[in-house]
Nanobody, 123 residues
Framework: QVQLIESGGGLVQAGGSLRLSCAAS????????MGWFRQSPGKEREYVGA????????YYGDSVKGRFTISRDSAKNTMSLQMNNLTPEDTALYYC????????????????WGQGTQVTVSS
């Protein structure tokens, strides 16, 4: 089992920045990747990005590429999502998740999820 707790959400104006954090505990060594997803009302859960546990390589969804950056602190078992140049379309509930699969861009490949943290971007 892996436990995940997100923090750092809030309200920000368009063009602003926000940093989310995800604290992980449990059998982290069993995971292949940790990812960020988001979901807004009436929409499917969207892949934001992921970081591979062993290599530290990062990958991003097209809608956030160039604006969002994923990083990690392996010593503290934390992952962060730095979000810059935010737009109202980024408003969503953001989830941290852990996967044991190499198909890290698919939400159904993630077995462990946090509760989510709300990000609201005003225009």
């Amino acid at each position: 089992q892996v436990q995940l707790i997100e923090s750092g959400g809030g309200l920000v104006q368009a063009g602003g920045s926000l940093r989310l954090s995800c604290a992980a505990s449990g059998r982290i060594s069993s995971t292949y990747a940790m990812g960020w997803f988001r979901q807004s009302p009436g929409k499917e859960r969207e892949y934001v990005g992921a970081i591979i546990r062993t290599s530290g390589d990062t990958y991003y969804g097209d809608s956030v590429k160039g604006r969002f950056t994923i990083s990690r602190d392996s010593a503290k078992n934390t992952m962060s999502l730095q979000m810059n140049n935010l737009t109202p379309e980024d408003t969503a509930l953001y989830y941290c998740a852990a996967s044991q699969s190499s198909l890290f861009y698919l939400a159904n490949q993630y077995a462990f999820w946090g509760q989510g943290t709300q990000v609201t971007v005003s225009s």
